[in-house]
């Protein structure tokens, strides 16, 4: 396998979404090639980063006039049917 | 001038703060979007890439879940509930862009910038690493940095944690599109990542 054919099974390779056959040649390509090895190991770690910065919001603090631009919005909806609707 | 001050502790349970939703109670509104909105707009903007795209999701997300409030029957729990309505319209906003997503018809191929040119190992190990701002800042502007065709397969794939089918029926895309795409997003967020890596 060569350092390309390598690049291009990387995504299938870290899914787990191909054939024991072809894992086993990335394996042994990656044993002997430093830097398709730290491809991998880096995309891998890049994965994990941006996964678990995504599950974090935005601190409402630092968007407090869009929040309360929301709020507003929201309460201008029309009120439940047995509300009062005056303004 | 102050804002309302929000006694956010009278809702200390989802189902009284459903409840107060249903009676249109104003604190109520305002716990939910405390809880909520955060999370729901990082997501969108995420997705879209735009903040004031993010921010009309945003307001759609609850100015439609306010209207379906009564149909909501809880099994899902709110945020999750909240999360799908905004998904959705964050991808119905996307489609408005089809004309630049269809200019895109190299979307599926591999480019000569996306073949890795940075090699060196990151000393951070992102599963004790406390992730600092300027990081947290450098991760959101590498994935704003993405192309929107790959971006979103990205977020729904890795972050949204769609499956392989889902991202592409949500996209109108086939399997091996969203394959080839999540490839090279995960090529290019690697490479941009991989400079500010190299400092630290
Ligand atoms: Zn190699």
Same mark, same amino acid.
């Given at each position: 396998? +060569? ?23 990335? =394996? ?8 398709? =090895?730290?491809?991998?190991? +880096? ?12 599950? =974090? %919001?935005?601190? %409402? ?7 309360? =631009?929301?709020?507003? +919005? ?14 | ?38 999370? *729901? ?15 009309? *999701? ?87 940095? @993405? ?7 990205? *977020? ?23 394959? *080839? ?11 941009? @990542? ?7």
């Amino acid at each position: 396998m +060569t350092c390309d054919e390598l690049i291009a099974h990387l995504s299938s390779y870290i899914d787990h979404e191909i054939d024991t056959e072809l894992a086993a040649e990335v =394996r042994e390509h990656i044993a002997g090639c430093t830097n398709c =090895r730290v491809v991998l190991d +880096t995309t891998q770690r890049m994965i994990v980063l941006v996964h678990d910065e995504g599950q =974090r %919001a935005i601190p %409402a603090g630092q968007r407090s006039a869009l929040f309360e =631009r929301l709020q507003r +919005t929201f309460l201008d909806q029309p009120p439940a049917p047995e509300a009062d609707r005056s303004v | 001038m102050p804002g309302p001050i929000i006694d956010l502790t009278i809702y200390d349970s989802e189902e009284q703060l459903l409840a107060g939703l249903r009676r249109r109670e104003p604190d109520a509104c305002a716990c939910l979007i405390k809880r909520f909105a955060p999370l *729901v707009y990082a997501q969108s903007l995420r997705l879209l890439g735009d903040p004031d795209e993010a921010e009309s *999701v945003l307001q759609q997300t609850f100015i439609k879940a306010c209207a379906r409030l009564d149909g909501y029957e809880g099994r899902s729990g709110l945020g999750s509930w909240l999360y799908r309505i905004a998904t959705n319209e964050a991808l119905m906003q996307l489609r408005r862009h089809a004309p630049r997503v269809a200019l895109d018809d190299v979307a599926e191929t591999i480019q000569a910038d996306e073949i890795p040119q940075r090699t060196t190992l990151w000393s951070l190990d992102p599963a004790t690493a406390a992730l600092d701002g300027e990081l947290r800042a450098e991760l959101e502007k590498a994935l704003a940095a @993405l192309p929107e065709t790959l971006r979103v397969v990205f *977020v729904l794939r890795e972050i949204q944690g769609l499956s392989t089918d889902e991202t592409a029926a949500a996209l109108g895309l086939g399997e091996s599109a969203v394959k *080839v795409r999540l490839h090279r997003a995960r090529l290019r967020l690697r490479e941009l @990542l991989a400079t500010y890596m190299l400092g630290h």
